[in-house]
Structure formats: structure tokens, C-alpha cells
């Protein structure tokens, strides 16, 4: 049985099922295109869609500039990530839900689920990435291109790894609390839908600065967003993109991170004994 | 002996009506109650002892209550209840499917359940590839699976459609795949549920037959739940009686069947609503439904000469139903079946929604006991098929006791067809206007 200490997490199960994770993961890559036609070509068609949609709205009719970086690399650096980390956080809330059947009949332990998951969207992430890549090479190779990417850019894998932390720790929150009370799931999709526009995606974040929204600082308050220090790194580090965050702010995304990820993997522990019952 | 599983104290509550959402005013409750001003949950005091057949004065209840027992490792123990005793619950605590309201489990080893067939499969995905998938959510690792990867495809006989997608296999052999990964499992606690696998001869006779090898080998545990209680006592070593979700005797095998043996039908029943805890098999189509049985009875033991009067209350849900069949289902007191009574098609032409059937059973051939009444509606006529319209078991107890006429002149009760198992009577619908007032 799991223990009854406080962070509840019995690490030498977890890696007596690392098979079971692999598997997962495999399954997950697998069965993600079987049966469509154009297979995983859709990972590339639609951030490009999504891209060719925020050029003609944000930054053709609103007029949203961009930091001097060409509209669809910024968009598409901006999406790519925040794509990775809104499917991690979809697939992780849903973990109880869309598992109930196998949950119900096998013991396993549940984190096995959400890992997996969060890593099988890494292939769609790298893909996404490799788009993102090939896009930068045509802008490079026509040359007079404005971004450059600079020694920030090595912190990359670090990134990655933050957003899918950030995301798996939402997610085991939000998914340990709607498997009681079913109506914060619609709350919860319908918060992340508005996040997004929270983080600076189809805008700088240069922008904000100086801005005043409802008597508070807009600028303090979208970096204390902890997907923004992330993603300004990446852009910054990617394209040379407006400026550096800074070390602190970046130190703050991680505590929060840490301080997330220790009381969704708490609470997602204390929900799976006795979710069954609630399902 | 090690000791393989220990249940310590443990109980397990459920709130009653509402199942899918618990409110969050209660939750805030007790988060003030016992967070803020530290007293204990106001919510596990309430909750009543789990009978199900009275009305519980309150919307908690206990599945399991204060369970406090040990195995040894190596023993065979087998589960006894009634339906709704607290069984199902008890095995999946042990094996961690969901967790208890309090107390602790203990087990050693890994648990292999035989219920969970084929659990996450993946119809896009081979057989192979399942093997591995299904393998590991039991718990195995990649080697072992590989290890035994060939005897596994060799026992599911699916050879030649090991590499293709389980889609495309027929639910046969869907099923005997999964078999085929749970009986190389080799777990150390293994958890066999007849009651669950109903419906499946072949499998129930596979799981059975798993499971003596298992036993009888290297000193595994054996958890048995079944109705059966012949095989309990020839396959069992200990055993666990379960009442409303209390322990109420442990013991050899043996001893623990009879003594639920002796419990059977301690209160006779002569009238019952019939719920969803009387249908063993919930999936019967229900186009008749049972509603109420009853029998006739001055609260005296029944005289072997007297007739079994038996008055049915139906439902006729689709109105082109013409004509049914009526099966009155006599088991002993060892829940062996003696032989049924099954009426000629009743005519159902103008009968409309609700209706009773009156069956007098005239000559019954019961010797001194008690007996438990089952019974089944459906289709037996050869020209329009069988069908099950609904089935319901052990609904009524009697018993039979020699009427002191008889008993005087014992000699009486030699004739023909003593002991047959064969029941005859007669069966007529009667209006429900005169049957309310006749039950």
C-alpha cells in the first residue's frame, strides 16, 4: 500500500514500472497517427495554420509588433511552446477521467500515466521545433534576417523540461480536483484557453512594459506568470528577441515549479486511493 | 509462516445516493471541523452497517467494517458472503484499486487477479505489442515478459496473428491473449473471483485450473471468492465469512462453510421486492421485469403435502411480447440446485403493463429442510428462441417440515416420484385487482 507519509511518493515502485513507462510511451507515439491520412505531417500543419492566423489577425489587423523579429518565426517560436505546454496540461488534467476504466481494475502506480504522456508529447514537440528550425534557416539563408541566436539558447533543454514540469504540475492539480467536483473541469478549460493570452505569445513582452491595467503594474504582473520567464528565455535565447529576463525571475519560474510539481504529486497521490469511489 | 496479507482494522465507507459528485459544502465541513477545530470527522461517525435490504437511515454506509485478519503466506483461503456482503470490496483493497476509509493493508508480493483480462489493450496495436503492454500493467518487466514472450503466444494459440492489430482479432481470442499474459504473471498473492467471471465456462474451469497449479506449487497465496461452496471446501484451506461487511468467522475451510451453512435461511422470506442486488446477471433485457415474489404462509414450516403457493408480480414492458415462460428455481440449503418448476408459455396477450401469475405447486417432493426460491422469466419456446427476459436467485426461503400427520405414518411418504427432481403445477394469471388483496 502506498505510505501514509506526506509526500507519498514511493520513487523505488515508480522504477519497477519503468518498463510500463516506456511501453506507455511507445503506445502513445504509436497509436497518435494510426488510421489518418496524413499521419504526423499534422504535428507541422497546425502550428503552421495557427501561425498564418495570428500574422493576419495580431499582427495584420491589430497591428501587434513583434521586437523587430519576422512575424511568422516569433509566432511560431511562441506557439511551439506554448502548444507543448497546453497539450502536456490537457493529457495530465485528464489522467483520472480518461483512465477510469484501467485505473479501476489494475493497480499500477497512477504517475506512470502523466509521465508518460508528458514525455510522448515530446516527439510532437520536436518536430514542431524542427519546423521551427527550418522556417529560421529559409530566413537566414535570404539573409538581412534581424534574429540571431546568442549563448541563452543553451538552456534549452532546461526549458523544455520547466514547461513540461509546470504543465504536469497543473495538470495533477486540476486533475485530482475534478475527479470530485466535475464542474472545475469546465472552469479549468475554459482558464487555460484565457492563459495563453496572459502569456506573452502574439505580443512582446516589451510591449506591456509601463503599462497600467486596474491600478497594477501589467509588466510585473505577466512575469509573475510562470510560463513567461520560460518562454521570454527562449525567444531571447532563439532569436535574440527583445531582452533578457533575468536570472531572478527565471529563479522564480523554477521555485514555483518546484513548490507545483511537490503539491500536485501530494494531492494526485491522496486523490488515487479512493478516486474509484468518486468516478 | 510469513505472513502474506494482513488487513489491520480496516473499513471502508461509501455514501450512499449521490456516487459521481461529493459536495463541496461537506468537504468544507470537515476541513473546518476536523482541520480547525480539531475534532474527529463528523462524517465517519454516521453510517449504518451495510444491510441492504432495509432502508439506511443514512446516506453512509460501511462496504466493510473494522476487518482485522492475517494470511499466511502459501495458504488458500476462500471468501464466503452473500451478495453485497463485502467481497468485491475486500479484493479491491487488496488489490489497491482504491484505498481504504481507515486502517491499513498490508501485502507481500505481487498480486495477479484472474478478473482483469486483457486490461489495456490497445486495438490499434499487435498482439505482440499488447503481450508487452498488458504484461507490464500487471506488473511485469520487459525481460520477464520476454523470457516468456514464446510460451504465452504458444498457450493463447494466436500464432499467426501475433503481428496484427487486436482490432482485427475475434473477442475469443481477445480473451484468451489476455489469459494467456495473466496466467504467465506468476504472482505471489494470486485473486480469483467466480462470482465475477460467470457467464464463461471454459474460463471459469481455466482459472479454476490455474489456480490449483498455482496453490498446490510454490507455496503462492490464493484469495477465492465463489458462490460455489463445494469448491470452496475442496479447494480451499481457511476461510473468511463475510456479513454486511463484518467478519463474523474464521476457520478451516471446512468449518467456515458450514457454519454459513447453518446461517442459510435462519429467517424465512416469504415476500420480497425485488432489487438489483437479486440479479446476478444485470445484463438480462428486462423486457418482463420481476417486481415482487411471494409465497403464501400461516409463519409455520410448510407440511410435505401441502402445496407452494407462489404469487409473481411482472411488468410487461413491450407490448408485443405474447407469451412467456416462468421458471420457479428450488436449491437446498447448500445452494445446490434441486430442480425447477417451468410453466407452459403463459399467455400475455391482453395483459397490459403490470400483472401477477399465480403458481400452486401441488406436489413437491421436498424432504425436511430449507430450501431458497429463484426465479426466471423469459422465452423458451423453440419457435420464437430462449431468451432471458430477467433472473433473479435465492429471493424467498422456506422450509419443510413433516406435519405431524405424517409423522405418525411415515409410510405415507413412500410413493411415486419421491425425490424427483421434477416439479409440476399449475400457473394461471390472475387480475392484479384480486391478487392485492390475496397478498
Redesign the interface.
Known amino acids: 500500500m502506498p505510505k501514509d507519509k506526506l509526500l507519498a511518493v514511493d520513487l523505488k515502485e515508480l522504477w519497477r514500472y519503468r518498463d510500463l513507462f516506456t511501453l506507455f510511451v511507445k503506445r502513445n507515439i504509436t497509436t497518435q497517427y494510426k488510421q489518418t491520412i496524413l499521419g504526423p505531417a499534422w504535428f507541422v500543419v497546425q502550428p503552421i495554420l495557427t501561425v498564418f492566423m495570428y500574422m493576419v489577425v495580431f499582427g495584420g489587423i491589430a497591428g501587434i509588433g513583434t521586437d523587430g523579429i519576422p512575424q511568422p518565426l516569433f509566432y511560431l517560436a511562441g506557439t511551439c511552446f506554448w502548444h507543448y505546454f497546453s497539450d502536456c496540461l490537457d493529457k495530465t488534467s485528464n489522467t483520472f477521467v480518461s483512465n477510469a476504466g484501467l485505473f479501476g481494475k489494475v493497480y499500477f502506480p497512477r504517475l506512470v500515466t502523466p509521465l508518460s504522456n508528458v514525455t510522448s508529447n515530446l516527439l510532437r514537440f520536436g518536430i514542431q521545433m524542427g519546423l521551427f528550425i527550418v522556417v529560421y534557416l529559409i530566413y537566414a539563408i535570404q539573409g538581412d534576417c534581424p534574429a540571431s541566436p546568442n549563448w541563452y539558447l543553451l538552456l534549452f533543454p532546461f526549458l523544455v523540461m520547466m514547461i513540461a514540469g509546470l504543465a504536469l504540475g497543473f495538470g495533477l492539480l486540476i486533475t485530482s480536483m475534478t475527479t470530485k467536483y466535475r464542474d472545475l473541469s469546465i472552469l479549468f478549460s475554459f482558464l487555460v484557453s484565457l492563459w495563453m493570452y496572459a502569456t506573452p505569445i502574439v505580443y512582446p513582452l516589451s510591449m506591456v512594459k509601463g503599462k497600467v491595467a486596474a491600478g497594477m503594474d501589467l509588466y510585473t504582473i505577466m512575469r509573475l506568470n510562470p510560463v513567461t520567464p520560460v518562454l521570454e528565455t527562449f525567444k531571447y535565447g532563439a532569436l535574440g528577441a527583445g531582452e533578457f529576463i533575468g536570472w531572478g525571475w527565471l529563479l522564480y519560474s523554477l521555485a514555483f515549479l518546484c513548490a507545483l510539481l511537490f503539491l500536485g504529486v501530494l494531492v494526485f497521490n491522496k486523490t488515487q486511493k479512493s478516486f474509484m469511489d468518486t468516478v | 509462516m510469513a505472513t502474506a496479507i494482513e488487513f489491520n482494522h480496516v473499513s471502508k465507507q ?1 455514501r450512499l445516493g449521490l ?4 459536495t ?1 459544502s461537506n ?1 468544507l465541513k470537515r476541513w473546518w471541523v476536523t482541520s480547525i477545530m480539531g475534532k474527529e470527522d463528523p462524517f465517519l461517525k454516521i453510517g449504518s452497517t451495510n444491510d441492504r435490504s432495509k432502508k439506511a437511515d443514512s446516506e453512509y454506509v460501511w462496504a466493510l467494517k473494522d476487518i482485522d485478519f492475517k494470511v499466511e503466506r502459501g495458504d488458500v483461503v476462500g471468501i464466503i458472503g452473500k451478495n453485497g456482503a463485502g467481497k468485491s470490496t475486500l479484493l ?1 483493497l487488496l ?5 481504504p476509509t481507515t486502517g ?4 507481500r508480493g505481487r ?1 495477479g ?1 484472474l ?2 483480462v486483457g ?2 489493450f ?1 486495438p ?2 499487435t498482439g505482440r ?1 499488447n503481450i ?2 498488458n504484461g ?7 525481460t520477464e515478459i520476454s523470457r516468456k514472450l514464446d510460451e504465452i503466444i504458444d498457450f493463447s494459440g494466436c500464432e499467426r496473428y501475433i503481428d496484427t492489430p487486436v482490432k482485427r482479432y475475434s473477442s475469443g481470442m481477445t480473451v484468451r491473449l489476455g489469459f494467456a499474459v495473466a496466467a504467465f504473471l506468476e504472482p505471489e498473492i494470486l485473486v480469483v473471483d467466480e462470482v465475477l467471471a460467470v457467464g464463461d465456462a471454459e474460463f471459469q474451469k481455466k482459472a479454476i485450473g490455474k489456480m490449483k497449479d498455482v496453490s498446490s506449487g510454490e507455496g503462492r497465496t490464493v484469495l477465492f471468492v465463489s458462490h460455489n461452496m463445494a469448491s470452496i471446501r475442496q479447494l480451499c484451506r481457511s476461510g473468511i465469512l463475510l456479513e454486511n461487511g463484518l467478519v463474523t468467522y474464521t476457520g478451516t475451510a471446512t468449518d467456515t462453510v458450514a457454519h454459513y451453512l447453518s446461517g442459510f435461511g435462519d429467517t424465512m422470506c416469504y415476500h420480497a421486492d425485488i432489487t438489483m442486488e437479486h440479479r446476478e446477471f444485470a445484463n438480462t433485457t428486462r423486457e418482463i421485469e420481476l417486481l415482487t415474489v411471494s409465497m403464501t404462509n400461516d409463519g409455520d414450516d410448510y407440511a410435505t403435502n401441502q402445496p407452494l403457493d407462489f404469487y409473481v408480480r411482472m411488468y410487461k414492458h413491450k407490448n408485443n411480447i405474447e407469451s412467456a415462460t416462468l421458471e420457479i428455481m428450488f436449491n437446498n440449503s447448500s445452494c445446490d440446485r434441486l430442480g425447477s418448476y417451468i410453466s407452459g408459455p403463459i399467455d400475455l396477450k391482453d395483459v397490459q403493463g403490470e400483472f401477477t401469475v399465480h403458481v400452486r405447486i401441488v406436489d413437491h417432493h421436498l424432504a425436511k429442510g430449507t430450501y431458497s426460491v429463484c426465479f426466471q422469466i423469459g422465452q423458451k419456446d423453440i419457435h420464437s428462441g430462449l431468451k432471458d427476459y430477467d433472473i433473479v436467485h435465492n429471493v424467498l426461503f422456506f422450509s419443510v417440515a413433516y406435519s405431524d400427520q405424517i409423522k405418525k405414518d411415515t409410510i405415507v411418504l413412500w410413493r411415486k416420484n419421491w425425490g424427483s427432481t421434477v416439479f409440476q403445477g399449475d400457473c394461471e394469471v390472475i387480475s392484479d385487482r384480486r391478487n392485492r388483496n390475496l397478498v
Open positions: 461509501y456516487v459521481s459528485t461529493r463541496l468537504d479491491k488489490s489497491k484499486v482504491t484505498g491499513s493493508i498490508k501485502a498480486i487477479s478478473l482483469e486490461t489495456g490497445h490499434e496495436m505489442e508487452y503492454l507490464a500493467i500487471l506488473g511485469m518487466t520487459k
